[in-house]
């Protein structure tokens, strides 16, 4: 597993390393649009980079991270908010956004208000296409970018601490099986239980 993992780690260090806080941000940017790079494979990397080179610090990474998903999010946002719902979901499946993600985003949108704004970005698959129906309804452009912001900076600084003991964990860096297994399915775990209780049975609701 770490020999096939090791080109991409390699490339995203050496990628990190040039670019720094800037590089964080525009891979962030990126996973709060329609082209979803997830944010697990960021942040941490990013950190294990900043323990290793000096270069950065965590403050500076979730910082960078949070400014990266509010950018993101805000080009949703008004693209949204122009194109309006009707366009949205005629055109929205050229870029894999379907009617049914819509929908459930909207569903997201609908029962949690503002808080929804703040909570999809802990979350899986609403975290990305938020930016959607609050740009629809015409969501209070400032509460958008503030709930984006408080949310995106604390799973940015959870992130970050997952990236720093994974970096200080000798056994993980040097790639044994077991342990990457240990990280991967306790990580799976907790987002699939939080997706399940928190997402699934609202988004699935019809309007």
Not at 6 to 11: A, G, M
Not at 95 to 106: D, L, M, P
Not at 111 to 126: E, H, I, M, N, T
Request: aromatic letters at 14%.
């Amino acid at each position: 597993m770490h020999d096939l993992f090791k080109p991409l780690f390699d490339w995203y260090g050496h990628f990190i390393e040039i670019h720094g806080y800037l590089g964080v941000a525009l891979l962030m940017a990126m996973e709060s649009t329609i082209f979803p790079l997830p944010s697990e494979a960021i942040i941490p990397p990013a950190m294990i980079v900043a323990q290793r080179t000096g270069t950065m610090t965590a403050t500076g990474i979730v910082v960078a991270g949070a400014l990266g998903s509010w950018f993101g999010a805000t080009l949703m946002y008004w693209a949204s908010r122009w194109a309006g719902r009707p366009l949205v979901l005629r055109y929205g499946k050229i870029v894999f956004i379907t009617e049914k993600k819509v929908i459930q985003a909207e569903n997201w949108a609908a029962q949690f208000g503002s808080f929804g704004v703040f909570a999809s970005r802990l979350l899986p698959v609403v975290r990305h296409l938020i930016g959607i129906p609050a740009g629809i309804v015409k969501l209070n452009y400032i509460k958008f970018s503030i709930y984006t912001v408080l949310g995106s900076a604390l799973w940015c600084a959870v992130l970050a601490w997952v990236g720093q003991k994974a970096g200080e964990n000798e056994a993980l860096m040097k790639g044994e099986l077991r342990q990457v297994g240990i990280w991967l399915i306790a990580g799976l775990a907790v987002l699939g239980l939080l997706y399940y209780f928190l997402v699934h049975r609202f988004t699935q609701q019809k309007k």
